[in-house]
């Protein structure tokens, strides 16, 4: 499986990654093994078929972008859901759900346009970032919260841990680095949650996986963004 | 099946109702036959099943949130699909693109927080439709545009509609009930979905159901609002 990603940054390509390096499904990061260039080039060939953005893997006859539809395609493929339709429709929805989020993060800083530099926005993203403490980050993590402490816990599926687990221990791992402040005076708030980004690395190829090389670091040309100003307390 | 959206505006749930009504899929829905009281009530029944946001659908024991998973579940059941996997997969990658499209659109008159009035963020509002209408419609609009030119036309599927089809036609809908000045002065750049967006009415059951009363026009309380001033040209 071919796994078209950009090469430096963790961004929507990590949440691909960490599921993949977890089940070990065997994949290839391409723009990591040649350049973001030919990501570029890559989808101009794919036309019709085309993803509106990266990430997005090529699997056989598989093309396949949008994240929460390739973690889900990925854990049909390989047997890993909970083999009853109802419950794998919630574990989708939770990941869509945190896609949704994810989309919001990046939106913070970039408020205005995609397009625009961040000093170009920064007016409105300070506005906005208080918003997002205050309302939005609660709001999801209280959902996640909850969706799991309904399993009993200690993941998503109760014993069993699936793409939305690792894709909640990414997203707090994202936010404890764009809003160390923030999320330091709310630890404890969201108590299942902050349960699964403790054990998540404890999944045996994870741990390897981000102890080594590949793991990228969250930097400022990703989603999870630390700026100061937008963690102000 | 039970439909949970808010009773007076179309937004997200009027993808569903649009499916529904095309395919003869019998549906109630619940907050328009009771009210939007009914529906806070209703989720906050669920508990740890609760969908983060409307529309959501109940049909026995699944409680389904998130539009584009909706439709795909619909459409599964219904045998309604290409009977192709990876063509399916295609078009639940597009309804997921539709499904950001329309979070955008909702993003620009509320650019800084979903929860203050559009009075209080207009001079973000009004800097975002500048690049909205330069940028994000025609990068949509072509992507979607190409996926209907690749299949052939005159729908996503050649001459078989789907759940992206009549979702297209709510899309194309909205952006001229918005952005009027902007989408006639762009007509004619994306000919195979404004096709979509003439051929859908013809569908039987859906013609009857848009001349009818429960078809809800839209409204500056929905995601596709119109203030002039960020349709100016």
């Given amino acids: ?3 078209w990603y950009w090469p430096d940054l963790p961004g929507r390509g990590e949440f691909i990654r960490l599921y993949c390096e977890a089940s070990e499904i065997e994949y290839t990061d391409m723009a990591r ?4 260039d030919a990501l570029v080039e890559h989808m101009h060939e794919l036309q019709g078929r085309r ?6 893997i090529v699997d056989d006859e598989v093309v396949l972008g949008q994240t929460p539809l390739i973690l889900q395609y990925l ?13 794998d429709l919630q574990l989708f929805q939770l990941q869509m759900d945190i896609a ?3 989309e919001e993060v990046h939106s913070v800083h970039h408020p205005i346009a995609h397009d625009l530099f961040y000093s170009d926005q920064m007016d409105a993203a300070f506005e906005k970032a208080a918003y997002f403490r205050a309302q939005r980050i609660p709001k999801y993590l209280i959902h996640f919260d909850n969706a799991i402490a309904s399993s009993g ?7 069993q841990w699936t793409h939305v687990d690792t894709s909640l221990f990414q997203l707090m791992e994202g936010l ?3 809003f160390p402040n923030y999320m330091k005076a709310m630890q404890g708030s969201w108590p299942h949650l902050e349960g699964v980004q403790g054990i998540v690395p404890d999944i045996e190829p994870l741990a390897e996986y981000l102890a080594s090389e590949r793991r990228i670091e969250f930097n ?11 963690d102000d307390q």
Avoid: C, N, W
């Fill in 51 to 56: 993803p509106f953005a990266p990430p997005y």
């Fill in 1 to 3: 499986m071919e796994l």
């Fill in 100 to 102: 949704d989020f994810v």
């Fill in 153 to 159: 816990g200690p993941f998503t599926l109760g014993q």
């Fill in 176 to 178: 404890d680095y764009a």
């Fill in 33 to 36: 093994e040649q350049s973001a």
């Fill in 220 to 230: 400022e040309d990703g989603i999870f963004r630390h700026y100061e100003e937008l």
């Fill in 75 to 87: 854990s049909d493929k390989h047997g890993l859901g909970s083999g009853e339709m109802d419950v």
